[in-house]
């Protein structure tokens, strides 16, 4: 059984920061792709930013600049710091990733629960 729970979601003022921290835990073998999705009320899930293993990142237009993906591997961490924040980033926070368990298995997605960021203006 393999589980990722996100921290660190709030409630800010336009303009502030937070850091948003999923951690993987069970039976892992290793981590691929690792991603951060929201979901505002009233819309569908977006992809907001995603790392490789390797450390290569992608981020969709709207928070390019603002948000940054990073990775711990030995750890099975992802984070997402997000700076100046908008209104507009209001949403419940996903983490997802695919997570091999075995050396012969392939990759599977997995979910967290979310984290809720609020911004205010």
């Known amino acids: 059984q393999v589980q990722l729970m996100e921290s660190g979601g709030g409630s800010v003022q336009a303009g502030g920061s937070l850091r948003l921290s999923c951690a993987a835990s069970?039976?892992?073998?290793?981590?691929?792709?690792m991603n951060w999705y929201r979901q505002a009320p009233g819309k569908q899930r977006e992809l907001v930013a995603t790392?490789?293993?390797?450390?290569?990142?992608t981020y969709t237009d709207s928070v390019k600049g603002r948000f940054t993906i990073s990775r711990d591997n030995a750890n099975y961490t992802v984070w997402l710091q997000m700076n100046s924040l908008k209104p507009e980033d209001t949403a419940v926070y996903y983490c997802?990733?695919?997570?091999?368990?075995?050396?012969?298995?392939?990759?599977?997605?997995?979910w967290g629960k979310g984290t809720l960021v609020t911004v205010s203006s």
């Open positions: 069970g039976s892992i073998f290793s981590l691929g792709v």
């Open positions: 790392i490789t293993s390797g450390g290569t990142v």
């Open positions: 997802n990733a695919g997570v091999r368990s075995t050396p012969l298995t392939a990759y599977l997605p997995r």
